[in-house]
Each structure stands twice: as C-alpha cells, then as structure tokens.
C-alpha cells in the first residue's frame, strides 16, 4: 500500500531537504520505506529521517556483518554511527546521526 497523494509529496520534499545530494536509487527505496504503512502515524520528517537511517545502516555499514558476529542492536548501531554519518555527509545531508540520538 502507498502513501496518499499529499503525504508521498511531503515525503519527497522532507527527502530533498534532507537529502539533497543522495543517489536517485538510494532515494527511491527511502522513499518508499518512509511511506510503508507502519510509518504512516509519523510526520512525514520523522518517517524520512528514520528511513535514511534504517537503509544507510543496512546497506552502506558493517551492521549487518556486526549483527552476523553476534553483536546485540544496540552495540551494532553504535558502531556504524561514523561510517553512517560518513555516508551522510557524502549526500550532504542536513543532519547527522548523533551518538546521543534516541533510537532512530
């Protein structure tokens, strides 16, 4: 299921601001993770950056080969923040992910 009309075009405007040098193939899966149907209660802002951080962690880091380890979430996600905001500062993003940050 896809967002409605105005929430998908608040998305791609949050996505731009946030976003602006990012890989078009890289944009459209945030795109579409930021309008799946279990982000839906969020403001289009938050589902964004949520999104961004979720699909930079899983295929720009070693999470995923840290969580293969045997490394809790927690610990992985703390490990890849620099190498998230490596990525990051390379689309030159707005924000970067702070190691004080709640859960993202």
Known sequence: ??????????????LTALLPLAPYADMEKIRTEAGSVHMKTLPPTIAVW???????????TDYEKLLAEGYDRDSARFFVIEQTNIVLTRWRATRLLDTDDEEE
């Open 1 to 14: 299921m896809t967002a409605p009309t105005g929430r998908r075009r608040a998305i791609a405007k949050a």
């Open 50 to 60: 949520l999104a961004i951080i979720a699909h930079i962690r899983h295929t720009h």
